[in-house]
Structures are given as C-alpha cells and as structure tokens.
C-alpha cells in the first residue's frame, strides 16, 4: 500500500521561500516519475516540476530559476524549494508518483497523488 505524506505548506509574503516535503510510504518503484502540481479553483491541474526515470528535471515556465525539485531515495522523500515567491504562486499544492518513467509532465501518468496542500502568497 502506497502513501504520500506532505507536509510544508504555508503562508508567506511575497519573495518569501517555503520548502515542501513529500514522503512516499511503501514505494518500491525506481526510474518513475515523481512531480509537484498545483491548482486553484476553477483551472486545472498544472505541473509545477517532474522527474523523469532517467532523473531529468522540468519546470513550468512560470517557476523556472525559482523552484528546484529534488529527491532523497533513501528516504523516499520528494522534496520542492520554492524561492522568490509570488502572489500567483498561490494554490493547492499536490504531490504525485507514478508507476511510469516516461511523459511525466502529464497529470494522467500518476498513480499516487497526496491530499495536497495550501500554499498562500501575500
């Protein structure tokens, strides 16, 4: 049985950081995908950073030079940086792993997502 714990959401002012952690209980997978989402109500779902199998990072255009994703396998942690904050940054904030290694950019890859988590930016 797999569970992604999150933890680290929060209220910040703009230009401010926040570190988000994801643990995976019970994940056995390697070379999958692994990512950080977002949405705020009435858009849909986007992909704010991914790992590939290979271990290749991708950013949104909006988070590129900001955010940096990052993994500890022998936590089985996920882990999101959040630098230089922005008002428009604000959202629910949704981990994901996916059983895949490939097309990670795409929300309907993941098998696993968490409950998620609110990140607000004043």
């Given at each position: 049985h797999?569970?992604l714990?999150?933890?680290?959401?929060?209220?910040?002012?703009?230009?401010?950081?926040l570190?988000?952690?994801?643990?995976?209980v019970?994940?056995t997978?390697?070379?999958n995908?692994?990512?950080?989402?977002?949405?705020?109500?009435?858009?849909?779902?986007?992909?704010?950073?991914?790992?590939?199998?290979d271990?290749?990072?991708?950013?949104?255009?909006s988070?590129k030079?900001?955010?940096?994703?990052?993994?500890d396998?022998?936590k089985n942690?996920?882990y999101?940086?959040?630098n230089?904050?922005?008002p428009?940054?604000?959202?629910?904030y949704?981990?994901?792993?996916?059983?895949?290694?490939?097309?990670?950019?795409?929300?309907?890859?993941y098998?696993?997502w968490?409950?998620?988590?609110q990140?607000?930016?004043?």
């Amino acid at each position: 049985h797999v569970q992604l714990v999150e933890s680290g959401g929060g209220s910040v002012q703009a230009g401010g950081s926040l570190r988000l952690s994801c643990q995976a209980v019970g994940w056995t997978y390697r070379r999958n995908c692994i990512a950080w989402f977002r949405q705020v109500p009435g858009k849909e779902r986007e992909g704010v950073a991914t790992i590939d199998g290979d271990g290749r990072t991708n950013y949104a255009d909006s988070v590129k030079g900001r955010f940096t994703i990052s993994q500890d396998n022998a936590k089985n942690t996920l882990y999101l940086q959040m630098n230089s904050l922005k008002p428009e940054d604000t959202g629910m904030y949704y981990c994901a792993a996916s059983t895949a290694g490939d097309w990670c950019r795409r929300a309907e890859v993941y098998n696993y997502w968490d409950q998620g988590t609110q990140v607000t930016v004043s």
